[in-house]
């Protein structure tokens, strides 16, 4: 039994090593969250962009996404929206049409998923000479903030041929669950897409708010990845190609974020299952890639979804191990090693799982709080202590994708009833909010100024008499100076006229 034990012993201490590198670049990154990204010039011309939304049964939203595009401050002119509609049965699009936009209709049961509705519509679009330069690409829920296609242009006119925004949350006061995912998402762009800006590492593509120009189009086929974690299989392809990814801190856009446990589940298996296959196809080799070339990008990307293994590895071995571990102890009656085995299981999930993602769910809540559209932070901190729980709940439904045989693409169900107008009326909100503080430090400026004058004017006048009491001084002393001037000849004379009678 002691031999038995310690090759369980050797197998926890490999796991461990395994789980710890999995989560090293996000020890890395938090470290270094209070670096700037990447800023990008302000661009005097105005490209052409093409705006690819893919919708299948969508009619509740897309009206207000195509809204949030056409209320860009950017030209009209240069914009195009196109809705692929994939297996729709519901009229998303009619209701697309009337909202102004182009749409493809794609009806193929056998391939009913992102990858293959962004392979049909932008095969269709290439043939086209419309003059578009770049194409972005959203959810059907997706609202853009109105300086999005601005702040991206000016990227793409720096250079960028491939990138992503800020992705924000506009339902994050739906409830507490809704407030975890949304935390969730700011997490990953301030302590991952901005340190990875920073430090020029390429980004991770998630799917919605992409920018990818049409020459990366032409040089790579079209859209050539269709697995259903497509977006990260498109990126280390492109990775692969030795192309930059990067990331626009101020082109931000809202998405829906779930706002139930089932929904989250089942997003989450869906990501385990493609990311697992992604993993082993083409982030394992990156790893094997870098031992030689010792590039950082490689091992980035290796470690990034090197997470999924790891949380099956800390959903599976770890509790069987620990439990049976304390089991066997308590049958032999060795109970001081269940007492040490029991305070390890505590210490291990306190301080090495609990306070940590609670601190960082509550380091994202603060350092981002300019740019999350709630009024009462105070609402979110039920979410920052749940934080934790949402982890868990994460890494399990991970962990069943990753090692379920099949995994189909499932309907998203939307609860939120945020329109473009409730966007819009939060930023003027959050623009008057900034007028007023400025306001207000002017007013307080102003003050600060009139009491400076104030007590120059004390000093002018204190000076004044000052420069009075001196002027009266010395022309005193300048009177006694004339008097003694006077005197002293008439003494001498006196002297003078002694001197003979002497």
């Known amino acids: 039994m002691d031999l038995f034990l310690d090759i369980l012993n050797i197998f ?10 999995g989560f090293l670049p996000q020890f890395f990154y938090i470290v270094f969250s209070f670096l700037k990204p990447k800023q990008y010039k302000k661009s005097s011309i105005d490209h052409s962009f093409g705006i690819i939304i893919c919708a299948h049964n969508e ?23 196109f809705v692929v509609c994939d297996n729709c049965t519901d009229n998303t699009a009619e209701i697309a049409k009337s909202q102004g936009a182009e749409v493809i209709i794609k009806n193929n049961p056998n391939e009913a998923r992102k990858g293959y509705a962004l392979k049909y519509g932008i095969d269709i679009l290439m043939k086209k000479e419309d003059g578009i330069e770049s194409y972005l690409i959203f959810d059907a829920d997706s609202m853009l903030h109105p300086d999005f296609i601005t702040k991206m242009n000016d990227a793409f006119d720096s250079g960028s041929q491939i990138a992503r925004g800020y992705c924000n949350a506009k339902n994050y006061d739906q ?3 809704s407030g975890i995912t949304s935390l ?34 032409e040089e790579t086929g079209g859209w050539d990845c269709t697995s259903l974690s497509e977006d990260a299989e498109f990126t280390l392809k492109r990775i692969n190609e030795k192309r930059m990814i990067d990331y626009v801190d101020d082109a931000i856009y809202y998405d829906e974020m779930q706002s139930s446990l089932k929904e989250t589940f089942l997003r989450h298996k869906r990501m385990g299952y493609g990311l697992m296959r992604v993993f082993f196809k083409q982030a394992l080799p990156m790893g094997f890639k870098f031992l030689y070339t010792f590039k950082y990008t490689y091992l980035d990307m290796f470690l990034t979804l090197l997470f999924i293994p790891a949380a099956c590895v800390a959903c599976l071995w770890f509790p069987a191990y620990y439990i049976f571990l304390f089991s066997y102890y308590l049958a032999e009656g060795y109970m001081i090693l269940v007492y040490e085995t029991g305070m ?47 982890m868990i709940i994460y890494a399990i439904s991970i962990t069943c994708g990753a090692l379920s045989f099949k995994c189909k693409w499932g309907d998203t169900k939307h609860n939120s009833t945020v329109t473009s107008e409730n966007i819009s009326q939060m930023l003027h ?26 007590h120059n004017a004390k000093t002018d006048g204190h000076n004044a008499q000052t420069d009075s009491k001196n002027f009266e001084s010395n022309k005193k002393k300048k009177k006694i100076k004339t008097d003694k001037s006077y005197i002293v000849p008439d003494s001498s004379q006196d002297k003078e006229q002694d001197s003979p009678s002497d």
């Open 175 to 177: 409830n507490i669950y």
């Open 12 to 21: 926890n201490c490999i796991f461990i090593v395994i789980v710890t590198v």
């Open 429 to 454: 909100s959050e623009a008057e909010e900034q007028n007023a503080q400025i306001d207000e430090q002017n007013i307080h400026a102003d003050k600060q100024h009139a009491q400076t004058d104030e």
């Open 59 to 81: 009619e509740d939203c897309i009206a207000e996404t195509i809204k949030s595009i056409k209320s860009q401050n950017y030209p009209q002119e240069k914009i195009k929206i």
């Open 184 to 217: 969730y998402s700011i997490r990953d762009n301030r302590f991952n897409c901005r340190v990875r800006s920073a430090f020029n590492i390429p980004q991770l593509l998630i799917g919605t708010g992409m920018m990818i120009s049409r020459k990366v189009f």
């Open 344 to 390: 390890l299981m505590l210490y291990i999930i306190v301080f090495a799982f609990l306070i940590p993602f609670m601190l960082q769910g509550l380091l994202a809540l603060l350092l981002e709080r300019k740019r999350i559209p709630v009024k009462k932070f105070s609402r979110l901190l039920p979410s920052v202590f749940c934080f934790p729980f949402f």
